[in-house]
């Protein structure tokens, strides 16, 4: 029998680098401000507009250079230190916040204001996003790197129940305003956070040299590897049709339940709720396959479904505890494959790449979501994200699970072991398909469709 004490040493492995508990108490305060903006930000928009397909277009507009720049922010993470990085884009994301702020509260904010502000942090993000994932890897290493991007998803979905909470209340007593000058406020923590690690115990992957066409060999990269190039096709469906929260959400609250800022709160917070169990899951086991992607986004396929059929308001708020717990699987689980899949060059191009897959296609999404939520209902909104969850892991599945030969067979990569990478020096080798992390345990099949051997962005 497994002891609590061991238990909780295997959860929380990550926990024993100082530079990532830092990180993580930095983040928990910065996140939570970003969620209350993202919260108060969709609000605002409707408010202004009393149109669901506003709001999408606002989403769209914020993720579009995500979708046209993250693997370009990926290569600026191969290239410099990453940890400076952080310092300019967190910087720029807390003048960006203020601003908005500053409009609201003094009440001169326009709607054009609103989306120049959210196309503005949406540049930042291309290349914060792809900065933050990747440096995870150099703080901890690869062994407890399972286990410290589960640890991660826990973090920001403790941020989805704290931060729209927090947001929710604001806007009913205060005003909208201070949501966002909060989230100002919120950067000074994880800046400061950074800036207190001991740079000698951060393991920096070898500088990528400039050199011409470093993107197309990526995509060469990624196209010859059948686990990542599915594993992003799978985040790239799921975040255009499935990841629209923040469009559904407000219109699923105001127009099928009739409920106002603090019923959208609580959704999210509920989605939060159950982000927040499947990540400790996750971290439990510390182990990662291509089967247990699979599974969990048909998981989040069904749970989304069950939330569009929901009776009552209550129902609802149920129905996304259980979308939380198999959209964090999802996520987690995803971003632990890539990042393992990829040598240490190619790394931030490759979560630059799914950055683009999971947010930068809701730019292409968002609109389509929110005129479907209000023409003809939020329900049918949730519908079309789940029928998208479910049909990409079915081909997914006879892309990852159906093959035979060497690629399946092997072992999981898990918080104790690890496969290393193509040897730093070896960049004639990242043309072709780096080391996998093997689809089937010997001789486990049958847990692993039990769910067995699961491990883990904004």
Known sequence: MTRPGEVFRRTFAAFSVRNFRLYFAGQMISVSGAWMQRVAQSWLVL???????IVGALTAVQFVPILLLAPMGGLVADRFE????LYFTQSLAAGTALTLGLLVLTGTVELWMVFALALTLG???????????????????RSRLANAVALNTVLVNSARVIGPAIGGLLIVTVGIGWCFIINATSYLFFLTAISLMRREDIDRSEPELRRRGQLRQAIRYVSGHPVLRSTLVMSAVIG?????????LPLLARFTFQGDADTFGTMFAA????????????????RTSPRAIVVAAMAMG???GLTAVAPNVWAAHIALVTVGLTSSAFLTLSNSVLQLESSPQMRGRV???????????????????????EHLGPRFALGLGAVAAIGV?????????????????????????????????????????????????????????DGGGKGHRA
Not at 47 to 53: F, L
């Open 47 to 53: 408010e202004m507009t009393d149109s669901g397909a």
């Open 82 to 85: 990453k940890r400076r990085v």
């Open 123 to 141: 540049l930042v993000g291309s290349v914060d996003n792809p900065t933050r994932n990747s440096f995870v890897m150099e703080m901890v290493g």
């Open 240 to 248: 255009l049709f499935a990841y629209e929260f923040e469009v559904v």
């Open 271 to 286: 989605m939060g709720v159950g982000a927040i169990v499947g990540g400790l899951v996750v971290a439990n086991r510390g």
């Open 302 to 304: 069904a749970t989304m």
């Open 351 to 373: 979560v630059g790449m799914r950055a683009t897959a999971i947010l930068g296609a809701r730019p292409v999404g968002a609109p389509i979501v929110g005129w479907i939520g």
């Open 393 to 449: 892991a079915l081909w997914a599945r006879s892309r990852m699970l159906d093959r035979k030969g060497p690629a399946a067979s092997g072992h999981e990569v898990s918080a104790e072991e690890g496969e290393p990478g193509p040897s730093n020096d070896d960049h004639d080798a990242l043309d072709q398909p780096g080391p996998r992390v093997v689809l089937f345990p010997s001789g486990t099949e049958d847990s692993e469709a």
